[in-house]
C-alpha cells in the first residue's frame, strides 16, 4: 500500500541526550523522505527530507538515514532540547513529486 | 506572507448539519492538499489539488466530503451531512510545484454532536 508506517509510540529523553525517531516505509517508489513535527494546538511543520536516491542527510542538529535494503528511515536529533518535544513525523512523497503521505507519528517528550 | 491561513479555528455543529472549512494557500503555491488527523488514524490526505484541479480524491472517506478550490487563492472542504465521527482537526497545507516543502495551517477542529 501506500501508507508510511508506525505505531505512536512515545520516546523520553533527558536534555542534553541524543534523540532517535524510527519510522518504516512500505512504498519502494517513493521520491523522496521527509520529517515534519508537530506541537501541540500547531499544523505539522517541516524539518528536513531526504532523496531516495540518497543514504544520510544532515541539517542543523538532525541527521536523517535512509536504509532502502529493509525500507527504515530513521531522524536523530542531537542535544536534545525541551522545545523539541512533539510528535514527529515520516512523511513520503508519492506519484512524481506530487502526493504527500503520513505515517502515524512519535511522541518525543524531553525532560529538562 | 501570513502562512496558510484556515477559518475557523474552531467549530461546534450538530449532528446533519452542513460544514464549510476554509483555506487560503500561500500566494504562489500550486497545490494545496486537505488532511484529516484523529488518534485513531492519524494525519490521512483526503484530497489534493494542482493548479485548482483535483488530482487525488480517493482519500475523501465518502460522498458526504466535497472539497473545491474555484481559485488559486481559496479552497473550501464541505461536509453535508456531518456525523459525530467526522469530529477530527482537518489540515489545508499548500506547496510550490515540486518542491518537498508543505507548509501547513493552524487546522480546524471539528466537533459534531
Known amino acids: 500500500g501506500e501508507s508510511v508506517g508506525l505505531h505512536l509510540p512515545t520516546l523520553s529523553v533527558q536534555e542534553g541526550d541524543n534523540s532517535i525517531i524510527n519510522c518504516a516505509y512500505s512504498n519502494s517508489a517513493s521520491d523522496y523522505f521527509i520529517w515534519y513535527k508537530q506541537e501541540s494546538g500547531k499544523g505539522p511543520q517541516f524539518i528536513i527530507d531526504?532523496?531516495?536516491?540518497?543514504d544520510k542527510r544532515q541539517g542543523q542538529r538532525v541527521t536523517v538515514l535512509l536504509n532502502k535494503t529493509v525500507k527504515h528511515l530513521s531522524l536523530q536529533i542531537a542535544a536534545t532540547q525541551p522545545g523539541d518535544s512533539a510528535v514527529y513525523f515520516c512523511a513520503e512523497i508519492l506519484a512524481g513529486f506530487q502526493k504527500l503521505v503520513f505515517g502515524t507519528g512519535t511522541r518525543l517528550l524531553v525532560s529538562p | 506572507d501570513a502562512g496558510v491561513i484556515q477559518s475557523p479555528r474552531h467549530e461546534v455543529t450538530e449532528m446533519g448539519q452542513e460544514v464549510t472549512l476554509r483555506c487560503k494557500p500561500i500566494s504562489g503555491h500550486d497545490y494545496l492538499f486537505w488532511y484529516r488527523q484523529t488518534m485513531m488514524r492519524g494525519l490521512e490526505l483526503l484530497i489534493y489539488?494542482?493548479?485548482?484541479?483535483?488530482?487525488?480524491d480517493s482519500g475523501m472517506p465518502e460522498d458526504r466530503f466535497s472539497a473545491k478550490m474555484p481559485n488559486a487563492s481559496f479552497s473550501t472542504l464541505k461536509i453535508q451531512p456531518s456525523e459525530p465521527r467526522d469530529s477530527a482537526v482537518y489540515f489545508c497545507?499548500?506547496?510550490?510545484?515540486?518542491?518537498?516543502?508543505?507548509?501547513f495551517g493552524q487546522g480546524t477542529r471539528l466537533t459534531v454532536v
Open positions: 497545507a499548500s506547496r510550490a510545484g515540486q518542491g518537498r516543502k508543505a507548509f
Open positions: 489539488f494542482n493548479n485548482n484541479v483535483p488530482i487525488d
Open positions: 531526504i532523496r531516495s536516491n540518497m
